[in-house]
């Protein structure tokens, strides 16, 4: 009995000088109050302008993992690798320049495409299109600095700098949708990414002494590409498998008022994705330091993966307590139409949730192949059940597609580790 305290204790001691708790904290801090300011957003803006929202942060969100073209992901995993400093700013440069290229593009032929109502007849999503994708380009250049700081396990420099730029975004957003409505939200999401970057710059020039303008590391393409090509594609699939919802709403669901319910039962289950992201955050870059040495790599999953799977659940039942409760108490009553979505939905992300740590040791054992494999037929599958769900149920049918669909990215992602698992050198 001592020796399995020991063993727990040992555990616990062993996450938190990883900076496990620093940044759960602070992640938690920002969901918290992040969560909050939904809320009031929710209390001031109608229902339709919540699905507006929802549509252009799905929008950005695929989007964005287009314009980047996964250089933050080949940044995170080439900078994992024990290089050595003057090393790893090239391939910072590299991937920095590679990005403002192919972000500024993106975001370019997305006002084109825009101007001629490619992506929606809906006049105010058209207007703010050009506000709302912006961040196309300074998320994406964030996400590199980010995933440099991962890298080289900088974990309270990273929680800070999120900390400040959730912050700042979330009483901007506040205060400027209070007095501007939507419009406002969007002026003031852009503000804070711009905030952060300057932060970011400040950073890597002050404490790694890096030049990012620099193009002494343009040479470093054919290395990124090696990574990057599999994980942009693997992360565009899965983003649209996990949002093909909201994608196939426009064409099944013409009320927006419905869809704007529909998107705050989604709002809602942001809060179970708190600590699986927090998990990978923290295991990726050991991932990739034990990526050849398979005892290791194994005991530090299993560790992660009971963490992961006790949270998820905890995660669920605290949301299936408190949640229904409070959307009544804070809205009195007007996203009472939410809460059904609003179960069935999380069942169906808290499957997705337990995949965290599976897509984490794939990228830190490089076999980012097998996770375009499950992101593919996860997305294929997904398109099949989602359209059939809202063809014949609505909106009601695409909360309970939402298990199904969950559930199946679950079991291949369990398949695909396992088979990577055995891959590995003793």
């Given amino acids: ?20 708790f620093h940044l759960l904290s602070a992640n938690m801090l920002i969901q918290i109050v992040a969560f909050s300011s939904q809320l009031f957003v929710a209390g001031i803006l109608a229902p339709e302008d919540m699905g507006r929202i929802k549509i252009i942060q799905t929008f950005l969100t ?22 050595s400093l003057e090393e790893q700013s090239a391939i910072f440069q590299s991937a920095f320049i590679f ?5 500024v593009s993106t975001y370019f032929i997305i006002l084109i495409l825009n101007y001629f109502n490619v992506f929606t007849s809906d006049k105010l999503i058209q207007w703010l299109i050009p506000l709302g994708l912006f961040p196309i380009i300074s998320n994406s250049l964030f996400m590199v600095f980010v995933s440099f700081f991962q890298a080289n396990k900088k974990i309270k420099l990273l929680s800070n700098l999120t900390v400040s730029n959730k912050l700042i975004s979330i009483i901007a957003i506040v205060l400027l949708t209070y007095w501007f409505g939507i419009k406002g939200y969007y002026v003031a999401y852009n503000l804070s990414f711009i905030l952060v970057l300057i932060a970011c710059l400040k950073v890597i020039i002050d404490v790694f002494s890096i030049n990012v303008f620099s193009f002494t590391g343009i040479s470093h393409f054919k290395t990124h590409w090696h990574y990057a090509k599999s994980s942009m594609l693997g992360n565009v699939l899965s983003v649209i498998g996990a949002y093909m919802d909201i994608l196939l709403l426009g064409f099944f669901i013409k009320d927006m008022h419905s869809i704007g319910l529909y998107s ?4 809602l289950i942001v809060v179970l994705g708190l ?4 998990v990978q955050q923290i295991a990726i870059p050991y991932f990739s330091a034990l990526a050849y040495q398979k005892t290791e790599f194994m ?9 992961l799977y006790l949270a998820v659940i905890s995660t669920l039942i ?19 139409a939410s809460i059904p979505y609003f179960y069935l939905l999380s069942i169906g992300w808290s499957f997705r949730q337990l995949t965290q740590l599976q897509s984490g040791a794939l990228f830190g054992l490089g076999k980012l192949n097998y996770s375009v494999y499950i992101n593919l037929a996860s997305m294929i599958f997904n398109i099949i059940v989602f359209s059939i769900s809202l063809y014949y149920f609505g909106l009601k049918g695409a909360a309970y597609a939402s298990i199904p669909c969950g ?12 088979k990577a698992k055995n891959e590995m050198l003793d």
């Fill in 99 to 103: 990005t403002i290229i192919s972000t």
């Fill in 62 to 83: 695929v989007f964005s993992i287009i314009a980047g073209m996964g250089f933050s992901a080949s940044t995170l995993k080439l900078c994992s690798e024990n290089r």
């Fill in 407 to 418: 559930l199946f990215t679950l079991l291949l992602s369990i398949y695909f580790f396992k």
């Fill in 275 to 278: 600590f699986p992201s927090t």
């Fill in 1 to 20: 009995m001592k020796t399995i305290i020991d063993n727990k204790i040992d555990i616990i001691r062993n996450i938190q000088q990883k900076g496990f």
């Fill in 299 to 307: 005991v530090a999953f299993k560790r992660y993966n009971k963490i």
């Fill in 264 to 267: 705050f039962a989604l709002t």
């Fill in 318 to 336: 605290a949301a299936w307590l408190m949640g229904p409760l409070s959307i009544k108490w804070i809205f009195g009553g007007k996203y009472d």
